[in-house]
Structure formats: structure tokens, C-alpha cells
């Protein structure tokens, strides 16, 4: 199975900050990444696929970047309905794999 | 709009079997890839397998020999049986669907992009 970690497993942050998510695989992925938002007792959303393309509907302060096996998600002035875990995975190869999530929590 | 609603029993014994099932709405169930994934509570996203509309199955080997993943195209259904629950079955369970899209480079992505809402599953006698 292909290993996702991402870094780190939490993080403080005040509303407008650029905050940086990264999400690393135990081997080459290209770019067969996804990233979700979970809040508190709600479903995952799709935020990302493909690693950088935006879902339907996902706003452009989300942003997705890399390839191979580093990752980040970024965004770019955190808004209050930004806080909330944020899971990348992978889906180059099965089983699909997810990070341990990256808790955003407000400063 | 698709959405994606999870129904079944919100408790099952030990030893007996989960059974639940995913009606899909807002579109057709015969294309893309149909997935079960579950969280413990207060834990991370497990994938537990697909089925494609044709019936072809994918399974994680952490739960191959209990898994079943059935779809019912008539219905705009897919279902997850999970045989010899314990404890360690206890969590939410998630069907979502892998819609795919291509990218930049002509490269087809088969995602996850839609969810349901969930349900929790509590394996208790």
C-alpha cells in the first residue's frame, strides 16, 4: 500500500493568513492526488483532483501543487469557514490511501 | 445535482453482518466507480472498495475475506455488506462516487467527487 503523510497534523492559523498543507507519498504517485475539507461531524467535499485542478464550485483561494510523491495544498487567505481537517489522497494505485489529516484551527 | 444517501441499521451485534445500501440520485448509477469508505470516530478515511456499474469489484486486502460490494443498476443502487463485525467496525460509513475528469495533459482522473452525508454504524450487543 502506498504510505500518505502530510505535515503538519495540525496548525493554528488567523483569518486572513496563507496558510500551507503538505501531504507526502511513500512512492511515486504522479499526479494522482486529491485533497478534501471535512468539518466537524459532516461528509468529506472534494476540494482538488489531479493534484492543482479545482472541483466544480471549489473557490480559487484553494490551490493544489506538486508531483511523484510531494504535495501541498495552500490557502490563500484563510476565511472562517476555511477551519476544518484537510485529508489528501492518493489514487495512482489500490487500495486508495488517505492522509492522517491536517487539522486548521483558528488562532 | 448528484446525490448520494447512505440507509441501513445503525447497530449491529458482534459476529453478524453490516449491511448497507447507497441510492444514488441526479444521475445514473451505470457509469463511473462506486466506492464505501468509513471513519472511526474521531479517526481518519478508510477506503473499503469500489464496484464499477458492470459489477467488476475492487476490495481493500484489510478486509477482502469480509467484503461485499453489490450494485443494482435498476435501482440506481450499490450495497456494502461487511460480514463478522466487532468493535473495530464501529464508524461512519461513507459511499461516495469516483467521477473522474481528464487533465491538463489528456489524463483521465477517476477522483472522488461526490459524497453522502454519512452514517454511523455501532457494533454493540
Known amino acids: 500500500d502506498i504510505q500518505m503523510t502530510q505535515s503538519p497534523s495540525s496548525l493554528s492559523a488567523s483569518v486572513g493568513d496563507r496558510v500551507t498543507i503538505t501531504c507526502r507519498a511513500s512512492?511515486?504517485?504522479?499526479?494522482?492526488l486529491a485533497w478534501f475539507q471535512q468539518k466537524p461531524g459532516k461528509a468529506p467535499k472534494s476540494l482538488i483532483y489531479?493534484?492543482?485542478s479545482l472541483q466544480s464550485g471549489v473557490p480559487s483561494k484553494f490551490s493544489g501543487s506538486g508531483s511523484g510523491t510531494d504535495f501541498t495544498l495552500t490557502i490563500s487567505s484563510l476565511q472562517p469557514e476555511d477551519f476544518a481537517t484537510y485529508y489528501c489522497?492518493?489514487?495512482?494505485?489500490?487500495?486508495?490511501?488517505f492522509g492522517q489529516g491536517t487539522k486548521v484551527e483558528i488562532k | 445535482q448528484v446525490q448520494l444517501q447512505e440507509s441501513g441499521p445503525g447497530l449491529v451485534k458482534p459476529s453478524e453482518t453490516l449491511s448497507l445500501t447507497c441510492t444514488v440520485s441526479?444521475?445514473?448509477?451505470?457509469?463511473?466507480?462506486w466506492s464505501w469508505i468509513r471513519q472511526p470516530p474521531g479517526k481518519g478515511l478508510e477506503w473499503i472498495g469500489y464496484?464499477?456499474?458492470?459489477?467488476?469489484?475492487n476490495y481493500n486486502p484489510s478486509l477482502k475475506s469480509r467484503v461485499t460490494i453489490s450494485v443494482d443498476t435498476s435501482k440506481n443502487q450499490f450495497s456494502l455488506k461487511l460480514s463478522s463485525v466487532t468493535a473495530a467496525d464501529t464508524a461512519v460509513y461513507y459511499c461516495?462516487?469516483?467521477?473522474?475528469?481528464?487533465?491538463?495533459?489528456?489524463?483521465?482522473?477517476?477522483?472522488?467527487?461526490?459524497w453522502g452525508q454519512g452514517t454511523l454504524v455501532t457494533v454493540s450487543s
Open positions: 489522497q492518493q489514487y495512482n494505485s489500490y487500495p486508495l490511501t
Open positions: 489531479a493534484a492543482s
Open positions: 461516495a462516487r469516483q467521477g473522474g475528469a481528464y487533465d491538463s495533459s489528456g489524463y483521465y482522473h477517476p477522483s472522488i467527487d461526490y
Open positions: 512512492q511515486g504517485i504522479s499526479n494522482y
Open positions: 464496484i464499477y456499474y458492470s459489477g467488476s469489484t
Open positions: 441526479g444521475g445514473s448509477i451505470s457509469s463511473y466507480y
